[in-house]
């Protein structure tokens, strides 16, 4: 069955560190992977998605993720933190017409 | 409206009370889909529908949970005889469609509407 694992329940990181959220996958076929963003009180944001080609991609707030076939993961990051990505976290893979989530990171940011 | 709109945002309900939440969905989006979320956790599936047809069912806990959308646009989801475990954030999510078979696109999440069962 597909699932989505992200190892890390909670990170704290300073404002101005990097920043690396961890997300492995279990998929057969070629996955379609995102990253989403929930501020408190607020619904889920995509953050950013990979198809195909570049293995890098680029999303919204400075944030870009890899994707590594052979390590099945898709991991977040970001060089600098702001304050105000201070949220949680959702990996998630598409597999036919559905989604599948895992279970969040949520990210404190120290001033 | 512009967004995915949800009602009610918090619903309180006594243990054995049927509950029905409403989501209208992002004009013109095909897909509509339902997720449950526990505090800390990631959306759990529950239902998916492609226009009016109910697609896939299978993330539905038991036969008290039941969903429509029957003119492929305002979905609802019901609950029957509610018990203190479907206490929970219940989400929906619309998407413009699938291509070849996935849906590769974004999903627009509404807020929410947070159940409380006592």
């Known amino acids: 069955a597909q699932s989505v694992t992200q190892p890390d329940i909670h990170i704290t990181v300073s404002e101005g560190a990097s920043l690396e959220l961890r997300c492995n996958y279990s998929?057969?076929?070629?996955?379609?992977l995102f990253w989403y963003v929930q501020s408190p009180g607020q619904g889920l944001q995509l953050l950013l998605k990979y198809f195909s080609g570049d293995t890098l991609v680029q999303g919204i707030k400075g944030f870009e993720a890899e994707f590594k076939r052979s390590q099945s993961s898709f991991n977040l990051r970001k060089p600098s933190v702001h304050w105000s990505d201070a949220a949680e976290y959702f990996c998630?893979?598409?597999?036919?017409?559905?989604?599948?989530f895992g279970p969040g990171t949520r990210l404190s940011v120290l001033p | 409206g512009a967004g995915v709109s949800q009602s009610p945002r918090y619903k309180v309900t006594k243990r054995g009370q049927d509950v029905a939440l409403r989501c209208d969905p992002i004009?013109?989006?095909?897909?509509l889909y339902w997720y449950r979320q526990a505090l800390g956790q990631g959306p759990e599936f529950l239902t998916y529908?492609?226009?009016?047809?109910?697609?896939?069912k299978s993330g539905l806990p038991n036969d008290r949970f039941s969903a429509e959308r029957p003119e492929g646009s305002i979905s609802t989801l019901t609950i029957q005889r509610t018990e203190q475990r479907d206490s929970a954030m219940y989400r929906c999510?619309?998407?413009?469609?699938?291509?070849?078979?996935?849906?590769?696109?974004?999903?627009?999440f509404g807020e929410g509407s947070r159940l409380t069962v006592l």
């Open positions: 529908f492609n226009y009016e047809a109910q697609q896939d």
């Open positions: 998630a893979v598409s597999y036919g017409q559905n989604f599948v």
């Open positions: 004009s013109g989006h095909v897909s």
């Open positions: 998929y057969g076929a070629t996955p379609y």
């Open positions: 999510a619309s998407s413009p469609g699938t291509s070849g078979g996935v849906n590769t696109g974004e999903l627009f």
